[in-house]
């Protein structure tokens, strides 16, 4: 008789996680609008430009973590230690391939985002200072991707715990300074994000030689091993391209925020950033959820999955539909934090407000498209999205910035989620995916045979 699943024990220390990296970003935001709303606008633009960077992360993350629960649920436990340390080389050329990007085109893509000269003076030196911190970052996301998929996600809490306490002591006094020392602005929070990163990625390095007896050798580091990466490629791969063709339209609307001028590029990066906290309740629905159905159909339990699932996005259209109505509840109090500016406070209250529709409509992509993505069924989501993204997202968002402004450009972001969101709610209740997961649990058995 199988256990009963439960999601909280591994929900909520990703929530844990999630929450953190939220708290540091905010308080990152928060120190850099007190130095000014074009230092507030440069932090918010950066983020966007890094979120679009970590796209090539991403496919790492979320390729390993469903090859390896897959592999866990069949019982190949030799099969998941390969890929675990396979991962190594691959990140490291991932992150290379980012650093690269924020090296050489930094200037281009501040650019193309027409960015305020204000903005793009403060931005760019910090870009170049965050560079080091992505390359970390390549690990530590890849690594907390494959203890949580061995159920290791109270472990991975406590390393993300550390890391992001370091971060935020040490951004307090290198961005503010202390004593006749004036600090280092932005900058200084790049800086204790690199030291924060190294913390984490020797934390990590400990865990997995405690938890799984996984002892990394220097060519780990450097070589990458077709054979285990290209499994992770084909699962992470159309979320990614999903992924890329979402980041490059949301920077479009980025754009069209931009054009609008600084006070609307604070407000749109103050907004935001209130509402990663609303994000992060159905994102880590979603990762659990993922988690656990890969797991399932490792071991055949496909009815269980299908129950699962569908709980998971009721539970996270209640939480994150709560959550942002408070949040725009709470707007006046909220929004006083990063300026007392009245124009922004009233411009941001009316997106919060509009928000309770975007952030409902994004728990059935959240939850739903990493489900399809256990089962083996990630073509599907990747091409049933694209359109929305390419003519709603981004087309969208040139026009009704230019008609309405920043809410029109929120309510295409919530259209968008919302078709999105239901084409993927259709292929799952059809049973779209229950090929895959028999094609899945076909190739594992293969494997254990061979």
């Known amino acids: ?13 990703i929530l844990g996680e999630f929450l953190l990296t939220m708290t540091v970003a905010l308080a990152g935001l928060w120190l850099a609008s007190h130095e000014s709303d ?70 281009a893509a501040l650019d193309a985002l027409n960015a305020p000269a204000e903005v793009q003076q403060l931005a760019g030196p910090f870009l170049m200072m965050l560079a080091p911190a992505m390359l970390l970052d390549a690990y530590n996301l890849s690594m907390a991707a494959i203890l949580r998929a ?40 790049a800086v204790a994000m690199v030291i924060s990163r190294a913390i984490g990625l020797v934390l990590h390095l400990a865990l997995w030689k405690r938890l799984m007896a996984l002892k990394p050798v220097r060519r780990d580091w450097v070589v990458v091993h077709w054979r285990l990466v290209l499994p992770v490629l084909r699962i992470g791969g159309p979320g990614a391209v999903v992924e890329v063709v979402y980041r490059s339209m949301f920077m479009v609307s980025l754009a069209s925020t931009a054009r609008l001028g600084v006070e ?27 988690i656990m159905v890969g797991r399932m159909i490792g071991a055949g339990r496909l009815k269980e999955a299908d129950r699962l699932v569908r709980k998971s996005v009721r539970n996270g259209v209640l939480a994150s539909g709560s959550l942002a109505l408070a949040c725009a509840l709470a707007a006046p109090w909220l929004l006083r934090a990063f300026t007392k500016d009245p124009a922004i406070i009233h411009a941001a209250q009316l997106l919060l407000w509009l928000s309770v529709l975007l952030e409902t409509g994004r728990v059935f992509n959240l939850v739903l498209n990493g489900a399809l993505r256990a ?76």
């Open 1 to 13: 008789m199988n256990p009963r699943v439960r999601l909280n024990p591994i929900a909520g220390p």
């Open 38 to 107: 074009a230092a507030g606008g440069a932090f918010g633009m950066v983020a966007q430009m890094q979120e679009t960077m970590y796209v090539v992360f991403r496919v790492l993350a979320i390729g390993l973590g469903v090859v390896i629960t897959q592999a866990l649920g069949g019982g190949q436990v030799d099969g998941a230690r390969r890929t675990a340390l396979g991962a190594l080389g691959a990140s490291t050329w991932a992150g290379l391939v980012v650093v690269s990007a924020l090296l050489l085109g930094d200037d």
């Open 150 to 189: 061995h159920l290791h996600a109270r472990e991975s809490l406590r390393v993300m715990v550390v890391m992001h306490a370091t971060h935020l002591a040490l951004a307090f006094v290198l961005m503010r300074g202390i004593g006749p020392w004036d600090g280092w602005g932005l900058n200084g929070y």
């Open 264 to 290: 609307a590029l604070a407000t749109h990066a103050y907004t935001l950033q209130i509402l990663k906290y609303v994000l992060l309740t159905s994102n880590s629905i979603g990762w659990a959820t993922e």
């Open 375 to 450: 089962t083996g069924d990630a073509i599907f989501p990747a091409l049933s999205c694209i359109a929305s993204l390419l003519l709603v997202l981004g087309l969208g968002s040139f026009w009704m910035g230019r008609w309405w402004g920043l809410p029109g450009i929120w309510l295409v972001y919530a259209s968008d989620e919302w078709i999105r969101g239901m084409l993927i709610l259709w292929r799952w209740l059809k049973r779209g995916w229950l090929a895959q997961a028999r094609s899945t649990q076909r190739r594992i058995r293969g494997s254990s045979a061979s």
